[in-house]
Structure formats: structure tokens, C-alpha cells
């Protein structure tokens, strides 16, 4: 499958036609709309793409798809005008959370006695899934791997890499495939901009069913089902600039 930069020429012409129809626009967090930082906790839109995602949220239906709890990001998107938000990982909300939730509890307690001999390793917990951090571990091989092996032990376990980091979400939960289908659905939508950048987002950019799709990953990558990509998270604000106003920006693009 051919990748196209999505700020070249071709691509934003790309975009002007795909943005004549009803269209629903979605974004991850993380890398995405905000980028990655040593601390999650610390993790913010800059000025410029707050105030672009708003003007963006007045002109489109926008919502934000995370990995992050819906509380989290509560504070972090005010303002904003989005629509939604849905998180853990498109679990959150979900009528089958109070199931789950005991489950959870039960790895957040492995998890943390197993890896107790790890400094710098952070055991997020999202309520109905976990993310462990092993960015600020020194030993960050033998995190990963120690991390691994106790959710080897774990039932009912969808481990799923991120950024020095990764997340246990229920089996049976939704994803952000499932949450974006389900959104559409509810706004009687059948197309949508997708942006995101890492693996959890891949649960979108593999729809290929009953949706049309214009999906985007922050950060170039052959094996992912995006069909255009950005070079990186500094290059969110002209993409937010050519959906506001569709061949429009600054930035010179080129092929």
C-alpha cells in the first residue's frame, strides 16, 4: 500500500474533496494532538493547537479517542469544543465496565508486586484498563521483558504496545475501531478523518467495513494501515490549519 505524506499538494486536494460530505473528525491524544513527554501527567496541547482545534471543533463534529481515562482528558480538552470523548483505549464508555473492573483491580496488584524491584516504572490506573509506564526505568529491556512476564500469567489480557509503555485492556472491550463505528453510527455519519500514532489507533486504520475512511498516523510507518502520515507531532497544527479552511495553510508543501 502506497503511504502519502499528507501535507503534500496532492493530498490537500485530497482532503478539500473528502471534507464535502458530512464528515466526522478524530483524534488520539497523545502524539498526536499533544506530544509525548517524559511525564504523562504533564502532557498538553501547545497554545497554537488549542486555540486551532477549537475553531476546527466550530466548523466540524470533533471527538478525541485516547488511551487515557475520559476524566483525565476532561481537563486537558476544556474549552475545546470537541463533541466526546472516549477513552481507555475506546473501552470508556462502555455499559460492561462494571464487570471488568474487579479483574482490573487484580492486575494493578500483580503488577505492582512483581515490578516493586523496578525504579522509575508507573502502573497507571485507568479503572477498566492499565498502562504500565517504564519510560523513566533505567533498565528499560529488562522492564519491558519483567513486564511482560507477569501479564503472561494474567487472564482476559489484550496487551497492547505504546510509546515505553504498555496497556492492559479486557479482551472483551471495545477498541477504538469499534468506538469510532459506534460514534458514526449514533450521528447517522458514514466518514471520518482519523488521526493518531500508535498501535491502539491501527484498530481504526484497519475499518475497512461500512465506513469511508481518511486516516492519518503522526509518524511514518510501511506496516501501518494509515494511508497518509505525517512526519511528526510538529506538523499537527498545519494539518488542523488545511481541515479548517481545506487548501488553505502555509506550510509549502511538496511531494
Known amino acids: 500500500m502506497t503511504v502519502r505524506w499528507v501535507l503534500s499538494h496532492e493530498s490537500r486536494d485530497i482532503i478539500q474533496r473528502f471534507l464535502r460530505s458530512q464528515v466526522l473528525l478524530a483524534f488520539d491524544f497523545d502524539g498526536t494532538l499533544a506530544p509525548i513527554v ?85 502502573i497507571e490506573n485507568k479503572i477498566v484498563s492499565v498502562t504500565v509506564h517504564y519510560r523513566q526505568c533505567r533498565w528499560k529491556t529488562r522492564a ?17 504496545g505504546g510509546k515505553q509503555a504498555l496497556n492492559l485492556v479486557p479482551k472483551n472491550a471495545p477498541n477504538k475501531g469499534t468506538a469510532l463505528q459506534e460514534e458514526l453510527a449514533r450521528m447517522g455519519y458514514t466518514r471520518a478523518v482519523y488521526v493518531g500514532d500508535d498501535e491502539t489507533d491501527e484498530d481504526v486504520f484497519s475499518l475497512t467495513q461500512g465506513v469511508h475512511l481518511f486516516t492519518i498516523r503522526v509518524g511514518r510507518r510501511l506496516s501501518s494501515q494509515a494511508g497518509y502520515f505525517l512526519r511528526g507531532q510538529e506538523e499537527i ?3 488542523l490549519r488545511i481541515l479548517i479552511a481545506p487548501g488553505g495553510g502555509t506550510f509549502a508543501g511538496r511531494t
Open 237 to 239: 497544527d498545519e494539518l
Open 38 to 122: 517524559e511525564d504523562p501527567d504533564r502532557a498538553r496541547m501547545r497554545a497554537g493547537t488549542r486555540r486551532l482545534l477549537g475553531q476546527l471543533a466550530a466548523a466540524h463534529p470533533c471527538i478525541v479517542v485516547s488511551g487515557r481515562s475520559r476524566e483525565d482528558l476532561r481537563g486537558k480538552l476544556v474549552g475545546t469544543g470537541i463533541r466526546r470523548i472516549i477513552g481507555n483505549h475506546g473501552a470508556e464508555p462502555w455499559d460492561g465496565a462494571d464487570s471488568v473492573r474487579r479483574q482490573v483491580a487484580i492486575w494493578r496488584e500483580s503488577l505492582a508486586h512483581d515490578l516493586s524491584a523496578l525504579p522509575g516504572v508507573r
Open 144 to 160: 519491558r521483558s519483567e513486564i511482560l512476564k507477569t501479564v503472561r500469567r494474567l487472564p482476559g489480557v489484550r496487551l497492547i
